[in-house]
């Protein structure tokens, strides 16, 4: 197999057991007597460190293997789960992802020094537990002795997940491995070589004062199929102490293989080919950052195209692909044969467009996601996060399975992250605070997430003190945002708190008191074509809602004219239209114009003149105005004409197109534009972005 596809497969799978790693840890702390979370961890520890041996990935096969060690004295009930326990646990899961990353950027994974704190703080774990150890035999009891341990295995045994490597890492556990030796008699010429089959057996020399049954189980699972012979050689190795001493330079100048110098000059050359190439004149050393920094990148991006994908749902792929070749066969037929009428060549026409509209709902379903996983990361932020700040925090997720757009997903968890921290740090009280609101010491978090009418509602609750109104007016004035008399509704006031470098915090620490935050959650959620709001009420309480579209592929849009331009507003932000007289549509100083809608006056915003267009009709057929909505406010845009409904494939606004360089000196017009889309006769239209229109004409106060 391709070693980079390997690696691909590698990474996919270590991401998804340290996802669950991580899940079943935090669930573990607040149930500490859940053995099937125990088993899980377990499980996942122990897949991550075979999968990271077969591929050579020594670092995290150690702290790997010592926290398995820990892990099997949790699930024996040997050792109690606490606190402390758990917070190792989960920054050996920090210490996993960050090797996994060097694994993907191509950089050699070494034990730094906080893995080598963890290492040391789990085997503090186990030291006490040999104190416990029952008593032994007077003739076992501090006997230390040597044993020849000689090993051969099937040659599928590497098929089978079994790895001889391991068994070595395992007996250093309960023994000092003195000397390992390699019998290569059975190995074929390269020519027949199986890189995927065992040829090799192994002579190891161990010392131990532990009995033999614990040695006889590091081979329990291999007992069956390989052959495993023990032998005690005590007496016949009293010198083995000082071979197992000394470093493998030393042996081979004490057998006489190498010379001193010999080693000292090797030993100087362990160096990696950039630091070889630099030291030679070859190459500058920014030339060497430059190309690893792109091909860290590279990585990077290949590592994140890949995606599960349900079995159905490539049949049902597969299925429809058939039946469009089929539907293709009978259009071509109808149309090259004359005598065919005009009823079944319609026929044809529209079961391939019936296919064609089914095989595009597919496609797009091999995108969508459950949301699942980017709830189930904020468990662990939660809990570090209520800890630091003294607080008790439950996360109570809900809407699991709903399924999301793979994109949508990865770059909601930014916003999503900043919201939980504002609840958090802000928005719930410390625990005598809570008592004395008769609330109860913990404070709840609740993230939901459900399909409405077209498009994803995500929430983010907390039970916490709710935001005070009068703080932001009183924040804001100080600010020079608005003056002591401007009364502002409660909705016009939370929305300052979008605001670049608005913050109510009384101080400034690591989490929050900086005014970043809440600003990078507005522009995430509309660089998604969605929006964001809150709902709170003092004492109660805090909602951020969340609005967004099932994907960013493929929208559901209303065609619209405007002077010679076709453009497309999401239907989603569509609420009604309408075919006003200009006698219903008034202007008014200082609140420009406005539409009377069943007594109901909305504001108007002219396209014509956002996009600096050709005027709009004025005759006797009368414009249209597009009711839309976003965050709550409603307002009209006024049209030429609606000329239909369509599915519309959502492309970046390139600078190439004409209608970028036009509007090209006026930046701000660009904020109303969300993409483009190519139109069936080959033109560009524009898609406008609501929220974006509504901030260009009304600014954050209105």
Not at 53 to 78: C, F, I, P, Q, T
Not at 386 to 396: D, R, T
Not at 514 to 537: C, F, M, P, Y
Request: aromatic share 4%; glycine share 6%.
């Amino acid at each position: 197999m391709d070693p980079r596809v390997l690696t691909e497969i590698f990474l996919t799978e270590s991401d998804e057991l340290v996802s669950e790693l991580e899940k079943s840890l935090v669930l573990l702390e607040d149930n500490p007597s859940d053995d099937e979370a125990i088993h899980r961890i377990f499980r996942s520890v122990h897949t991550l460190k075979s999968n990271a041996g077969m591929l050579g990935v020594e670092g995290l096969v150690r702290l790997a293997h010592v926290a398995e060690n820990v892990l099997s004295k949790v699930r024996d009930h040997e050792l109690g789960v606490d606190h402390f326990l758990i917070t190792a646990l989960l920054k050996s899961v920090d210490q996993f992802r960050s090797m996994l990353s060097c694994v993907a950027q191509g950089v050699p994974v070494e034990l730094d020094a906080s893995a080598a704190e963890l290492i040391e703080a789990f085997t503090k774990y186990l030291e006490p537990l040999s104190t416990k150890a029952k008593p032994l035999p007077a003739t076992t009891v501090n006997s230390l002795r040597i044993l020849r341990i000689d090993m051969r295995f099937p040659e599928d045994v590497l098929l089978t997940g079994q790895d001889p490597s391991f068994l070595i890492l395992d007996l250093t556990e309960v023994s000092d491995v003195l000397s390992v030796t390699a019998n290569l008699d059975d190995l074929p010429d390269f020519s027949k070589l199986n890189p995927e089959r065992c040829y090799v057996a192994w002579q190891l020399v161990i010392q131990t004062d532990r009995p033999q049954l614990e040695i006889d189980g590091v081979f329990v699972f291999v007992a069956d199929s390989a052959k495993i012979t023990i032998t005690d050689i005590t007496r016949s190795n009293s010198r083995l102490d000082e071979l197992a001493s000394k470093k493998l330079g030393e042996l081979l100048i004490d057998e006489g293989c190498v010379r001193r110098e010999d080693v000292a000059a090797a030993l100087g050359q362990q160096k990696r080919i950039g630091q070889v190439l630099v030291d030679c004149g070859a190459v500058a050393p920014n030339a060497i950052e430059r190309v690893l920094a792109k091909q860290r990148a590279a990585r990077q991006i290949r590592r994140n195209t890949s995606i599960r994908v349900d079995t159905d749902k490539l049949d049902n792929l597969v299925n429809l692909v058939g039946e469009l070749a089929v539907s293709l066969s009978h259009v071509s037929h109808a149309t090259r044969d004359k005598s065919t009428d005009l009823t079944a060549r319609l026929t044809a026409l529209e079961a391939l467009e019936q296919i064609g509209r089914e095989l595009q709902s597919q496609v797009m379903s091999v995108r969508m996601v459950p949301i699942e996983e980017t709830f189930g990361r904020f468990k662990r932020l939660a809990r570090d996060l209520a800890h630091e700040l003294g607080k008790h925090v439950v996360l109570e997720t809900f809407g699991d399975d709903t399924e999301l757009d793979k994109n949508v997903t990865e770059q909601l968890a930014d916003p999503l992250k900043h919201m939980i921290r504002n609840a958090i740090a802000h928005g719930l009280e410390t625990p005598e605070e809570r008592v004395r609101a008769r609330k109860g010491d913990t404070g709840r978090i609740q993230l939901r997430a459900a399909h409405r009418q077209g498009h994803v509602v995500i929430e983010v609750s907390d039970d916490g003190r709710g935001i005070d109104p009068e703080r932001i007016h009183r924040k804001a004035v100080r600010l020079g945002l608005i003056s002591e008399r401007d009364r502002l509704s409660d909705r016009q006031l939370t929305e300052l708190l979008f605001r670049p470098g608005f913050s109510t915090a009384t101080e400034v620490n690591d989490i929050s008191g900086r005014g970043v935050g809440l600003d990078v959650v507005r522009k995430n959620i509309a660089d998604l074509h969605g929006h964001v709001e809150i709902d709170s009420t003092l004492g109660v309480g805090t909602t951020f809602r969340i609005k967004l579209p099932l994907t960013m592929a493929i929208i559901d849009g209303m065609s619209v004219r405007v002077g010679a331009d076709t453009m497309t507003i999401p239907l989603t932000s569509v609420v009604e239209l309408l075919s006003p007289r200009y006698s219903k549509v008034s202007t008014f100083e200082g609140k420009g114009e406005l539409v009377d809608v069943r007594g109901e006056f909305l504001p108007v915003i002219r396209l014509s003149e956002v996009f600096e267009v050709a005027n709009q009709s004025t005759s006797a057929d009368d414009p249209t105005i597009v009711i839309v909505e976003t965050s709550g406010r409603r307002f009209g845009v006024l049209v030429d004409r609606v000329l239909g409904m369509d599915q519309t494939v959502v492309k970046p606004l390139h600078k190439t197109f004409g209608v970028a360089r036009r509007l090209d000196h006026n930046y701000q017009i660009l904020e109303a534009v969300s993409g483009a889309t190519i139109l069936g006769d080959g033109n560009v239209a524009l898609i406008l972005d609501v929220p974006g229109i509504e901030r260009m004409a009304f600014g954050d106060l209105q």
